[in-house]
């Protein structure tokens, strides 16, 4: 299932600020994809706990884990941040260059991104995003299914991601994005809700 668009122009984070707050947007190309809406407990509960296992992980290692709403933008060179045309919302994002970081978020290609996959979303994520990142230079791209309980990884290597790493979310996974960073994901997924639960 793909996100709608927001009308066929193409446009800009300059234009995309003065959008109003109640609308969330992904910019990708200039193409203006609205957000899903509010995702399933099983996702923002699986969302929360990842984060919380990342930042764990991470601690005291100079790396910033960000949570949705967070812009993090992708220029295609050193255009001025108004001309930028590709903005996205990862679920969960590491950026470990402190560069990268302002007031809006991030500009440029965190290190390590983790999205959660719900059933509106799955395709813009596990399709348009994976291909945008690989183009970007995004290190580690961590898919979760909260439903098959699954998590798909992707790394970079030479410029382009190799064959995908997929596993139950059982035991640990290292990223090696963030060197020494891993996820239990028996601590994860112990308070999410049964399976039959999620949607």
Known sequence: MSL???DPGRHTYGEYCGWPEDQRYELIEGLAFAMAPAPTRAHQRLSFELAREVANALEGSGCEV???PFD??????DEADDDIDTVVQPDISVVCDPSKLDDKGCRGAPDWVIEVLSPGSAGHDQVRKLALYERHGVTEYWLVHPVDRVVTIYRLEDGAYGR???SE???RSGCRACPGAEIDWVRV???LPSASGTG
Do not use: W
């Open 4 to 6: 709608p668009l927001r």
């Open 66 to 68: 960000n949570v949705a």
């Open 72 to 77: 993090v933008r992708l220029p295609e060179g």
């Open 164 to 166: 995908p790493m997929v």
């Open 169 to 171: 979310l059982q035991g």
């Open 189 to 191: 997924v112990k308070g």
